[in-house]
């Protein structure tokens, strides 16, 4: 069965300092991925998704990730964080070309120090 | 605007009585799913459908729990007998057909049980 693993509950980075927060998932086949952002009391945003093709996808707000299937994983990563990005981030599995449901992870928060 | 709508947004009932939610997905998707999400986790699937077709239903979708999309565009999610345990964020979203397509969410119906 598919699984999505979050391994960092919460992360704690400096404004402006680099993010990565860590995404694997289990998949007999070629999946599709997906991150979101939820921030306090808002719902869920989607912000990239990789399908095909390039395995570096740029994304909204300045994310990027990179699909790595040796390592089954699709990390998110930021260059230099903003105290706005504090909010829930969840990477979601599907997979291609079947009628197939989407899994999330349990997320990942994040807090920005000043 | 043409995004996901849920109503209603906030619904507090007591144990053991019926409630409905619905949600009105992008017009022109196809694909409709259901997740609940309690505090600190991420969405759980609960079901879905392609057009008015339920495909997949999760095992967290007990007996009391039915969801319907009759004419292959609005969704309702009906929970009868409300237990406590109940008491979660109800996540709809809908996607295109396009393999790859991602799920664009709705703000969500909170429900408490009392």
């Known amino acids: 069965a598919q699984s999505v693993t979050q391994p960092d509950i919460h992360i704690t980075v400096s404004e402006g300092a680099s993010l990565e927060l860590r995404c694997n998932y289990s998949?007999?086949?070629?999946?599709?991925l997906f991150w979101y952002v939820q921030s306090p009391g808002q719902g869920l945003q989607l912000l990239l998704k990789y399908f095909s093709g390039d395995t570096l996808v740029q994304g909204i707000k300045g994310f990027e990730a990179e699909f790595k299937r040796s390592q089954s994983s699709f990390n998110l990563r930021k260059p230099s964080v903003h105290w706005s990005d504090a909010a829930e981030y969840f990477c979601a599995v599907g997979l291609m070309n079947r009628d197939d449901k989407i899994i999330f992870g349990k997320g990942t928060r994040l807090h920005i120090l000043p | 605007d043409t995004g996901v709508s849920q109503d209603p947004r906030h619904k507090i009932t007591k144990r053991g009585q019926n409630v409905t939610f619905r949600c009105d997905p992008i017009?022109?998707?196809?694909?409709l799913y259901w997740y609940r999400q309690t505090l600190g986790q991420g969405p759980e699937f609960l079901t879905y459908f392609q057009n008015e077709a339920q495909l997949e239903k999760s095992r967290l979708l007990s007996d009391r729990f039915s969801a319907e999309r009759p004419k292959g565009s609005f969704s309702t999610l009906e929970i009868q007998r409300t237990e406590q345990g109940d008491s979660a964020m109800y996540l709809c979203?809908?996607?295109?057909?396009?393999?790859?397509?991602?799920?664009?969410f709705g703000p969500g119906t909170r429900l408490t049980v009392l």
């Open positions: 017009s022109e998707h196809n694909r």
């Open positions: 979203a809908s996607s295109s057909d396009v393999a790859g397509g991602p799920p664009y």
């Open positions: 998949y007999g086949a070629t999946p599709y």
